[in-house]
């Protein structure tokens, strides 16, 4: 399912454009309203967001669900329960890059349906279908933010399932050689080790009395990480962290109120470690063209 490529600004990857008019500036109360108009109803969006932390959440874990979901309930309201419409109310600018990311975790929801499911539940969410212009509207959101200057760890989380979105995207996210956002990976790492991303939380005072918050960290920093090594390997490219003792490598610590398939998502992400270091090093191999690795035979080896 590909959308209409002509609406969707590729000139540049975070568009400071209105959705509806590309060609007028962008004002934020515009930006709202187009959102509003895009979103369907309350209840299908926790659908959806039911279906994402079922079965996408587990591979891509960074984020804190309860946390997420918390700020979603606060920021989406359906005023009138005999209208779908549904309008954002924000707290603060940061708001944008929660939105952001559940526009794209709508649209990731939707491409993990597969449209043959005959369940009574599917049928209802396919009423409702998640277009490839969300990700248009995720990277409008995220366009209110300076982030080749500043960031912070809701920006991080968009970024990177941004990022997640492009490589597996089933529209040309990333090209056919999936390398076209590269430069967005660079970025993500970059704003991860400004933030301090790569220490463990732990370590900050005013971060490790909440074990939640930790998790949340070492979660978002092990993701990150293994997308630098996948996605090194997926487009031929040298890793971007390359210093392996730049990094502390700490895992979760699953609380009691999580879910039960917190422990298993652990457990996981310390088995990906061993396999990134693989990647690593076969990545290294690759690039290291600065090494001879085939010379001309001498006339006395070819006697």
């Known amino acids: ?21 590309i060609s007028k500036p962008l004002y934020i109360d515009e930006l709202r309203s187009d959102i509003e108009k895009m979103l369907p109803p309350k209840s299908i969006i926790e ?15 960074a984020v804190d669900e309860k946390f997420y979901r918390a700020r979603i309930e606060k920021f989406i309201v359906q005023e009138d329960q005999n209208s779908p419409a549904v309008k954002l109310v924000f707290e603060d600018k940061f708001d ?38 969300f990700i248009t509207a995720a990277q409008t959101a995220l366009s209110q933010f300076k982030i080749m200057r500043k960031t912070k760890l809701h920006i991080v989380q968009a970024l990177f399932y941004l990022k997640v979105y ?47 918050y930790v998790n949340l960290w070492r979660k978002l920093w092990l993701s990150i990480l293994s997308m630098d090594r996948v996605g090194s390997v997926l487009s031929g490219q040298s890793c971007v962290i390359q210093n392996v ?17 917190e422990p298993i998502i652990v457990e996981e992400l310390e088995k990906q470690q061993r396999l990134n270091q693989l990647l690593l090093e076969i990545s290294n191999l690759v690039n290291n063209i600065g090494c001879l690795l085939y010379t001309s035979p001498s006339p006395r080896d070819s006697t």
Do not use: C, W
């Open 245 to 261: 003792n730049s990094y502390e490598i700490m895992f979760p610590e699953p609380l009691d109120q999580d879910s039960p398939m």
């Open 47 to 61: 659908s959806y967001l039911d279906r994402f932390f079922k079965y996408i959440y587990p591979f891509f874990p």
């Open 96 to 133: 944008f890059a929660f939105l952001a990311t559940l526009l794209i975790f709508l649209r990731f929801a939707y491409i993990s349906i597969d449209p043959t499911t005959s369940t009574e539940d599917v049928s209802e969410l396919l009423k409702y279908p998640i277009q490839g212009t």
């Open 1 to 21: 399912e590909r959308f209409n490529s002509d609406q969707d600004n590729k000139s540049a990857l975070f568009p400071l454009t209105s959705l509806t008019n």
């Open 166 to 212: 492009l490589t597996y995207a089933p529209e040309d996210g990333d090209g056919k050689e999936l390398n076209q956002s590269q430069i967005l990976s660079g970025t993500i790492i970059q704003s991860a080790f400004t933030m301090g991303l790569n220490r463990d939380a732990a370590k900050y005072s005013h971060l490790s009395n909440f074990q939640g």
